[in-house]
């Protein structure tokens, strides 16, 4: 078996991202294990991963001036990240109740229903939902 386990998200705050992630995205903290960089300053190991599996995001405190560039913009201003649910219309409402930033209504796609967010950096995201009518 092959798979992606982990995707690096930049962020300025772990605990910032923590709250965005779990609380408005509904993911569950898997691990925030303390540890030190290259040259011994502290850092933490944050893990989040969807509810009921799948790729989990390491959350990764920007280290550096380019690092800190890159927050909010890792894919360059593209839709870089996919968030599929099975009940779109409830994940939305939470969503919406907790702040998140949705720039678009929900639209209908052949392949999905789907809605663009930002989270908490700026970076956009597709909500994505069972297609209309599936």
Request: hydrophobic share 45%.
């Given at each position: 078996m ?71 913009d ?61």
């Amino acid at each position: 078996m092959t798979r992606i386990g982990l995707v690096t998200l930049l962020v300025e705050d772990y605990d910032a991202a923590i709250e965005f992630f779990v609380d408005a995205l509904g993911f569950e903290l898997v691990e925030d294990s303390p540890g030190t960089t290259d040259d011994g300053r502290p850092k933490r190991w944050v893990v989040v991963r969807p509810a009921r599996g799948g790729t989990g995001l390491l959350l990764a405190r920007a280290d550096g001036a380019d690092q800190r560039a890159r927050v909010g913009d890792q894919a360059g201003g593209r839709v870089g990240f996919f968030l599929e649910v099975d009940d779109f219309e409830d994940r939305f409402a939470r969503m919406q109740r907790a702040g998140v930033e949705f720039l678009e209504t929900p639209r209908a796609e052949p392949y999905a229903t789907v809605a663009v967010f930002r989270d908490l950096a700026g970076n956009r995201w597709d909500l994505l939902g069972p297609p209309t009518g599936a």
